[in-house]
């Protein structure tokens, strides 16, 4: 495995390499969307094919394309069930941790998160990385715990999934509808990761 080529290629597609850990005698990496995919997925057949799951799809379509070239197999958080551990293995990337709502941070992409498949490459190592730690570690106000107007993610409980879809399905809902979801917008990393506002909108209507 070419690390380097991998990263490049995988540009090319708008997607870049989050993170890799060694699971048995395989390294497994995640391969989540960088700020570009948006514009690229938007151009392609599956977005504008009218079928169910477009950006599934395109992922499927795209990762596979990255398998062939590095000798990977590839594997989707969406295939299920029995779905595959894709937050313990992100975890195990030492790039992923827990934030102060329950949800995922990543350290370049903060809360915009959006794993879309791991390559898995039978026999390999992992190449050595230097050691990261959690960028809520030196967050000092955490705006992500109180810019729920709804509370569903704060810093004394886990994300309240019902809470949070009542809101989104209100009229008062339509700020996090229409641009993304407000915690995850303020979380300082996040602001340095710009999402497309109709990138936020598609991933929500997903979500509800």
């Given at each position: 495995m070419n690390w380097p080529d991998l990263e490049?290629?995988?540009?090319?597609?708008?997607?870049f390499?989050?993170?890799?850990?060694?699971?048995?005698?395989?390294?497994?990496?995640?391969?989540?969307?960088?700020?570009?995919?948006w514009q690229i997925f938007k151009?392609?057949?599956?977005?504008?094919?009218?079928?169910?799951h477009p950006l599934d799809r395109w992922s499927k379509r795209v990762l596979a394309a990255l398998a062939q070239s590095s000798g990977a197999t590839c594997q989707f958080p969406s295939d299920g069930?029995?779905?595959?551990?894709?937050?313990?293995?992100?975890?195990?990337?030492?790039?992923?941790?827990?934030s102060p709502t329950g949800m995922l941070i990543h350290d370049t992409a903060g809360l915009m998160i959006s794993i879309r498949g791991a390559l898995r490459i039978a026999n390999t190592s992992l190449p050595q990385t230097t050691k990261r730690s959690s960028p809520c570690d030196t967050c000092i106000t955490k705006p992500c715990t109180t810019a729920c107007p709804v509370d569903a993610l704060n810093a004394h409980s886990f994300y309240d999934v019902p809470t949070c879809k009542t809101h989104l399905n209100a009229p008062e809902g339509a700020n996090c509808m229409d641009a993304g979801c407000l915690?995850?917008?303020?979380?300082?990393?996040?602001?340095?990761?710009?999402?497309?506002?109709?990138?936020?909108?598609?991933?929500?209507?997903?979500?509800?």
């Open positions: 490049d290629e995988a540009q090319t597609f708008g997607l390499v989050m993170g890799a850990l060694q699971d048995g005698e395989d390294t497994v990496i995640l391969i989540g969307a960088d700020v570009g995919m151009a392609s057949v599956e977005f504008s094919d009218g079928q169910a069930p029995p779905y595959l551990p894709f937050i313990a293995w992100a975890k195990d990337t030492g790039r992923f941790w827990q915690a995850r917008r303020a979380c300082p990393v996040s602001q340095s990761y710009a999402r497309d506002p109709e990138q936020s909108a598609f991933h929500m209507r997903a979500f509800v």
